[in-house]
């Protein structure tokens, strides 16, 4: 039986990208962002340094995009940016490989976890990609900043550096973009309210978008809600936050639309 609606809790525009799809198959789905995205620009001089390196040969065995928003806030929209080959481009998952196609960087030159992996995420994409490492190699990590949130909600990324200095990599990192718990509308405030307790069925993609709903609504009680997580981590986070009812699936539109049409 699919819920009467879903919301998507996604940053904007990508809220609204899935919500679309989502009512595309039918599904009464409405985006309601719970994670704001704003450039967190570093020094000038970093940035331009980072990107002129990228482009020369050989300065990086690999550069990895934690996201979508990594890339689209570390290339240059006005003076196209290069990653020179034999440098690999790593994506933990799809969309952000469609961003880094999008940015020029041809496929072939993008490493990510198979299609048919159980999670995109950074251990899905280590086993990709390990192969490749040999001491003193060095990789350029473009991130967000690690506020509280993020860095709780980047566990996995945290792991991957890991395994990296492991074997022997030097890391760079470089914060690119900022992700904040949002302004909500009035009208917002109450459809969240509503949705604590009418059957909804909150679809979340990142344990951010569940700590930046306790923040936002501290008082609401959540044991009515039902959530639908794409990853364990997200699942936790929910039942930690006190949702009554969570699903988990995998994070491709597919298994998400079929989660939703099967949710109890």
């Known amino acids: 039986m699919r819920p009467a609606r879903i919301l998507v809790t996604r940053p904007a525009p990508d809220a609204q990208h899935w919500a679309g799809l989502l009512q595309a198959r039918g599904l009464n789905a409405v985006a309601l962002?719970?994670?704001?995205?704003?450039?967190?620009?570093?020094?000038?001089?970093?940035?331009?340094?980072?990107?002129?390196?990228?482009?020369?040969?050989?300065?990086?065995?690999?550069?990895?995009?934690?996201s979508g928003n990594a890339v689209q806030f570390f290339f240059d929209?006005?003076?196209?940016?290069?990653?020179?080959?034999?440098?690999?481009?790593?994506?933990?998952g799809p969309g952000t490989a469609r961003a880094l196609q999008a940015a020029g960087v041809p496929v072939q030159q993008i490493d990510g976890p198979p299609a048919d992996a159980a999670?995109?995420?950074s251990e899905s994409l280590w086993p990709e990609v390990r192969a490749q490492i040999l001491p003193a190699d060095r990789v350029l990590i473009v991130r967000g900043s690690q506020g509280q949130a993020a860095a709780a909600n980047g566990q996995g990324r945290e792991w991957l550096a890991d395994q990296l200095r492991q074997a022997g990599a030097t890391l760079e990192f470089i914060a690119v973009y900022q992700r904040r718990a949002p302004q909500l509308a009035p009208s917002e405030q109450a459809l969240a309210r509503e949705a604590a307790q009418d059957g909804t069925l909150w679809l979340f993609s990142s344990s951010e978008a569940v700590a930046n709903l306790?923040?936002?609504?501290?008082?609401?009680d959540w044991q009515q809600a039902r959530a639908l997580a794409t990853h364990p981590r997200i699942a936790a986070a929910a039942r930690r936050a006190g949702f009554g009812h969570v699903q988990e699936c995998r994070p491709s539109l597919n298994d998400v639309a079929a989660s939703i049409e099967s949710a109890p």
């Open 33 to 66: 962002p719970l994670i704001d995205i704003v450039a967190c620009t570093p020094a000038a001089a970093q940035l331009e340094q980072a990107r002129r390196d990228c482009a020369t040969p050989g300065h990086y065995r690999a550069v990895m995009f934690v």
């Open 214 to 220: 306790q923040q936002i609504l501290p008082d609401t």
């Open 77 to 92: 929209p006005c003076a196209p940016t290069r990653i020179a080959a034999p440098t690999r481009a790593w994506s933990p």
């Open 119 to 121: 999670q995109f995420d």
